[in-house]
């Protein structure tokens, strides 16, 4: 493998790996925060966040920077890349309140607050 194509298999692996984590929390924090808010129609916020979360997700990847980067030459002549990947929390934060305001329905029960509280919390438990 060039390097080039190294570098582009270890930068889609970093963001394949960020988005995993990145659905997880969100899951978490839509659970967490649907619970305490003690919203009557919980099950359809819940679907709505998870709805817009993939193409939050898409959008806030194109704000992760590389921090850290490795290239190796292999004893065959070919190359691994191996880099490090960093998506600032507040950029997803930020898309996910501006999804909810955008939408109808999840505007109506928002209380960003209390998401960005909820946010918080999962974001630290990931980061332990």
Do not use: H, W
């Not at 929390?25 to 967490?32: D, K, P, Q, R, T």
Request: glycine content about 4%; overall charge negative.
């Amino acid at each position: 493998m060039d390097e080039m194509m190294a570098k582009q298999k270890a930068m889609s692996n970093a963001r394949t790996g960020i988005a995993a984590e990145m659905k997880t929390g969100i899951e978490a924090v839509i659970s967490s925060y649907s619970k305490s808010m003690e919203l009557q129609n919980v099950e359809e916020i819940q679907e709505r966040f998870e709805s817009f979360s993939q193409e939050t997700i898409k959008q806030t990847l194109i704000g992760s920077r590389a921090i850290c980067e490795t290239m190796i030459q292999t004893e065959d002549r070919k190359y691994k890349c191996y880099v490090c990947m960093e998506q600032p929390k507040q950029e997803l934060l930020t898309a996910l309140k501006n999804t909810a305001m955008n939408d109808e329905r999840l505007k109506v029960d928002f209380n960003y607050e209390m998401f960005k509280k909820t946010f918080e919390k999962s974001m630290m438990k990931i980061g332990e």
